[in-house]
């Protein structure tokens, strides 16, 4: 319910793990971690040899404006992985403005952009009906509406990030067949996707104004 409530994208298929910050017994974050729709992706990571390691960080919501809670989330579930090869993407197009700046905290390696998908919208309302081609026919159909009708607008290939888990000898040797180029990481301002249903969520207060108390339970 968290994702659906407050992640811009809704619905995740294909979950495989999921991780929950909890501060003092209250749910304040997850992350969904999920198996790729695309054999593409799978195989394009690290080779064909290595396509059943591949996982997606494919969602993550922290409904707490405290500083770090997202990269505690994030670090400390990767840490809980068995041995993957983890893929996450950051949005950087406009209507969204994600850097990645939780991956880079977490020294998630940066490769380049993934592919464009273009997002189609809707030609009287100028809503967003889909950010994918997936489905898009029935997606237009819903609305009464041919699909050919839809306005079609080029986008920016997403920020890829990736990450090895597990055994240390499993991350050294398949990090060497890893097919992307390594890259500084991207700059530039960053969004927060808020809705009216997210709430702030009271930490216990600390002897250090600087440092914020860290979440009671991880799992």
Not at 2 to 13: E, I, K, Q, T, W
Not at 36 to 65: F, I
Not at 168 to 190: D, M, N, Q, S
Request: hydrophobic share 35%.
């Amino acid at each position: 319910m968290m994702v659906l409530s407050n992640h811009y994208s809704g619905r995740c298929p294909g979950i495989a793990y999921t991780h929950g910050l909890y501060d003092d017994g209250n749910l304040v974050g997850c992350v969904i971690y999920s198996t790729p729709a695309s054999g593409t992706l799978c195989r394009g990571v690290c080779g064909a040899d290595y396509s059943n390691y591949v996982v997606e960080l494919s969602r993550l919501v922290v409904t707490t404006t405290v500083p770090n809670a997202a990269s505690i989330l994030v670090g400390r579930s990767l840490s809980m992985l068995p041995d993957h090869i983890v893929v996450s993407y950051a949005d950087c197009n406009e209507y969204i403005g994600h850097v990645g700046y939780v991956y880079q905290a977490t020294n998630w390696l940066y490769t380049g952009h993934g592919s464009a998908e273009p997002m189609w919208v809707h030609p009287v309302t100028k809503t967003v009906v889909s950010y994918t081609r997936r489905h898009i026919d029935k997606k237009a159909e819903n609305l009464g509406l041919n699909w050919k009708e839809l306005i079609k607008i080029p986008q920016v290939g997403k920020h890829r990030y990736v990450y090895f888990t597990g055994n240390k000898r499993f991350v050294k040797v398949a990090k060497k067949y890893l097919k992307y180029p390594i890259l500084p990481y991207p700059k530039g301002e960053t969004k927060r996707h808020f809705t009216n249903k997210m709430q702030v969520v009271d930490w216990c207060e600390s002897n250090n104004d600087d440092i914020p108390p860290r979440p009671t339970k991880l799992r």
